[in-house]
């Protein structure tokens, strides 16, 4: 950890991409992924390879692909 000011601290968040997270831990997915993940899946690739990609479980990149979660994208 680097101490710095507020504004420096902010500005290391987002460019970890930490804004990405919600309260509870959990990482919010882009439309761009999601779409890259379903993709994927069309072209091929099993739920194991895009989980290991996306760095998600198995279980969130099915739910993902089969239009479970995200399903307004």
Do not use: P, W
């Not at 710095?4 to 919600?22: K, M, P, Q, V």
């Not at 999601?34 to 479980?57: D, K, P, W, Y």
Request: glycine share 10%.
């Amino acid at each position: 950890m680097i101490l710095g000011t507020h504004e420096d601290n902010s500005h290391d968040r987002l460019a970890r991409g930490a804004d990405a997270y919600n309260g509870t831990g959990f990482r919010h997915r882009t439309q761009a992924e999601v779409t890259s993940m379903r993709a994927l899946h069309t072209a091929g690739m099993n739920m194991t390879e895009i989980s290991r990609q996306f760095q998600c479980s198995r279980t969130t990149a099915m739910r993902i692909v089969k239009g479970i979660s995200f399903q307004g994208i």
